[in-house]
């Protein structure tokens, strides 16, 4: 469960099923077992286009950097949820494509063909796109990915603001644990498709936890700063 004003970080291994979880709980894969529930109401059994207006993805990789759009372009596409695909843009719909520019620094590059773009910018693009949805619930596979120090700091600092100030509910994977320990309020470890613990950072970043996901090759130390859990790889001597 991921409520409303929490941020939610899925860690776990490669492969462990941290972007099948993501594509479950966005209404791109069935299943197998169990359900996926929107306020209390399954997702399979709302009409396609009003998921889509409640929960957006920005996925770790994605095609639109080699098609002819611009960025601003690329970023409205979001909004098709809300207007379909032949109305024109409403003052709202500019809006919320504008604000979701500035809020990732792509106002300059607006006009830019996305075939331009760096990996660091095409990321940017796709989290704008997925905040320009206007969504309630933000899932966001791997977003720190390509992205320098700034921008990394930038983008933790503005999903605890989407969290806390806006209420959306933020599910997003992550590998650097150190990170997920920093911007969310639960973590949940993944291994081998199965949710092996669930708690706070403080709770499930110790060495006994991660040791038999990870491997025993782990050291966890206290920030000396905040004392969040920081974890490195054990030094061979």
Same mark, same amino acid.
Request: hydrophobic share 40%.
């Given at each position: 469960s991921v409520r409303s004003g929490e941020v939610c970080a899925l &860690? /776990?291994?490669?492969g462990a099923g941290k972007t099948t979880l993501l594509h479950a709980l966005d209404r791109l894969v069935t299943p197998l077992r169990g359900e996926v529930r929107l306020d209390g109401v399954s997702i399979w059994s709302r009409p396609p286009r009003? +998921?889509?207006a409640r929960v957006a993805l920005a996925p770790q990789r994605a095609a639109t950097a080699v098609w002819p759009l611009t960025v601003r372009e690329t970023v409205q596409l979001a909004r098709a949820p809300?207007? /379909?695909w032949l109305a024109s843009y409403t003052r709202e719909d500019n809006a919320a494509v $504008?604000?979701?520019l500035e809020r990732? /620094?792509?106002i300059d590059l607006a006009s830019r063909p996305m075939s331009t773009l760096s990996g660091g910018e095409v990321r940017r693009v796709l989290l704008a796109r997925a905040l320009a949805q206007s969504p309630a619930v933000l899932l966001l596979d791997e977003p720190l990915t390509y992205l320098d120090l700034h921008y990394q700091a930038e983008i933790l600092a503005l999903v605890q603001t989407l969290a806390r100030d806006e209420g959306l509910a933020v599910v997003l $994977?992550?590998?650097d644990l150190a990170l997920a320990a920093l911007c969310a309020d639960r973590v949940v470890l993944l291994a081998e498709g199965r949710i092996c613990a669930h708690g706070s950072p403080a709770e499930i970043l110790t060495p006994g936890i991660l040791g038999p996901v990870y491997g025993n090759n782990l050291e966890v &130390?206290?920030?000396p700063g905040n004392g969040l859990p920081i +974890?490195?790889?054990r030094r061979q001597s």
């Open positions: &860690i /776990g291994p490669n009003e +998921v889509a809300h207007r /379909g $504008t604000r979701a990732f /620094g792509l $994977t992550l590998h &130390i206290p920030h +974890v490195l790889p």
